[in-house]
């Protein structure tokens, strides 16, 4: 990642904001094979002592989750808008729920 002033933050308050008002991450990282990997996923900030860790809410036994948990090094990159598209939209229930990034 490039570190430009000009574009970087430095308002902790600000950029705990911008992640809280922009809660859809993609995960990225490489699996214990070192094949990488990319997830869309929801996350909570969760405070504590002073420091904020993203909760990611991802399905359990899929590639994405088996890969994090093979290697626990990821990048979090919290983007634009976005909207959330609930299972119960689908007409088949069984699939999972999405994140849709917006365009701005």
Same mark, same amino acid.
């Given at each position: 990642m490039y570190h430009i002033p000009y574009f970087k933050a430095n308002d902790q308050k600000e950029v705990v904001n911008f992640?809280?008002?922009?809660?859809? %991450? %993609? !995960? &990225? #990282?490489? *699996? #214990?094979?070192?094949r990488p990997m990319a997830a869309y996923v929801p996350v909570l900030l969760e405070e504590r002592e002073e420091k904020y860790f993203p /909760? /990611? !809410?991802?399905?359990?036994? &899929?590639d994405h989750q088996k890969a994090f948990l093979q290697n626990s090094h990821v990048l979090a990159t919290f983007t634009r808008p976005h909207t959330y598209v609930s @299972?119960?939209?689908?007409? *088949? &229930?069984?699939? /999972? =729920? &999405? #994140?849709?990034? =917006? @365009?701005?």
């Open positions: 992640m809280q008002w922009h809660p859809f %991450v %993609v !995960l &990225t #990282g490489c *699996d #214990g094979g070192n /909760a /990611a !809410l991802m399905m359990k036994q &899929t @299972v119960s939209w689908y007409e *088949d &229930t069984k699939q /999972a =729920s &999405t #994140g849709m990034s =917006s @365009v701005i």
